[in-house]
């Protein structure tokens, strides 16, 4: 989730601050590291425990490095992750904004462990937010879309996830995003399902083109790489014209063009069993196995491994 509020503070005055006791709210800890070429700082809002310190740092690293293997960089030169410790064992509440710098702030129980957060996708997602620009109201769809497609995939490229685990979800979640009845196409359809997994489809969709026409060569990370490098960070608000005219010319083909021309004002049915043979990802009880002699199969492999 998305939301365009927040503060940042610089990591060695939060910390000077919080210990002097001259200023509540402020947070009570933080650190900074290098990731993909620039800077993270994440904080607590209060003095966290070693043991939380030592989870939290592990799952705030995995997250940003995931994050940084798919773009090939970190894009957001400096970020801040603000925790704040709450109930339970999971986290929770995640928003990312871009008013004054990139900001996360996100709820971690003070329960949790590393068995419960090795399966946490929260944090990764809202560390993509940071990575896309801000559109408009009515484009929301491929911000959230975008989140939710490339953040198994990252996480399955550093090995936290196993591919048989993206692609099981998808099969699972992406009907979700179909139209329904009274549907008027993405950018007039502002359901949960149709803003997060129709959003989704659409991305999928033009990762398995980009790669298709390009003999595989690229895929929809160099377009958003091309964007981000440009710029398309949270902090920066976008028009969706601009988005497609940098992504398609990263790959060479109008893929984002097309789709969003035919999916943006009216129900576009996508036939998804048909896309799972071509791909070769057989539902196989409540997991996928693969069939690599599937026409696809190379495309599959290149987008998730396995």
């Not at 995995?62 to 090939?72: H, I, L, N, P």
């Not at 591919?163 to 009845?181: F, I, K, T």
């Not at 993405?186 to 959003?199: A, E, I, N």
Request: with cysteine; hydrophobic share 45%; proline share 4%.
């Amino acid at each position: 989730m998305k939301k365009l509020t927040g503060k940042r503070w610089p990591a060695l005055l939060c910390s000077i601050i919080a210990a002097l006791g001259l200023l509540a709210g402020f947070s009570a800890w933080a650190e900074e590291f290098a990731v993909g070429g620039n800077s993270l700082d994440w904080q607590f809002t209060s003095l966290p425990g070693a043991e939380l310190e030592g989870i939290a740092r592990t799952w705030v690293h995995k997250s940003a490095q995931a994050v940084a293997t798919y773009y090939g960089s970190f894009p957001a030169r400096h970020a801040v992750v603000r925790i704040t410790a709450g109930r339970g064992r999971e986290a929770k509440d995640g928003h990312a904004s871009g008013w004054n710098g990139s900001v996360i702030d996100i709820t971690l129980g003070k329960k949790a462990t590393d068995a419960d957060l090795a399966d946490d996708w929260m944090l990764t997602h809202e560390m993509l937010h940071l990575c896309f620009p801000d559109l408009a109201e009515e484009h929301h769809w491929l911000e959230e879309g975008l989140a939710t497609y490339v953040e198994p995939i990252a996480r399955a490229r550093v090995g936290i996830i196993k591919p048989e685990r993206v692609w099981s979800d998808l099969v699972r979640d992406l009907p979700q995003g179909l139209p329904e009845a009274g549907d008027r196409g993405l950018d007039h359809t502002h359901t949960w399902g149709r803003t997060y997994w129709g959003g989704a489809l659409f991305c999928l969709r033009a990762d398995v083109e980009m790669r298709r026409r390009s003999g595989n060569r690229h895929g929809l990370e160099d377009a958003l790489r091309a964007i981000a490098a440009a710029g398309g960070t949270i902090e920066h608000s976008w028009k969706m014209d601009r988005v497609i005219a940098v992504g398609d010319g990263a790959v060479g083909a109008p893929v984002l063009r097309e789709l969003y021309d035919e999916m943006k004002d009216k129900p576009v049915q996508v036939d998804l069993p048909a896309l799972w043979k071509q791909l070769g990802v057989v539902k196989h009880g409540d997991t996928v196995i693969f069939d690599d002699h599937a026409p696809l199969a190379a495309i599959r492999k290149a987008i998730a491994g396995g």
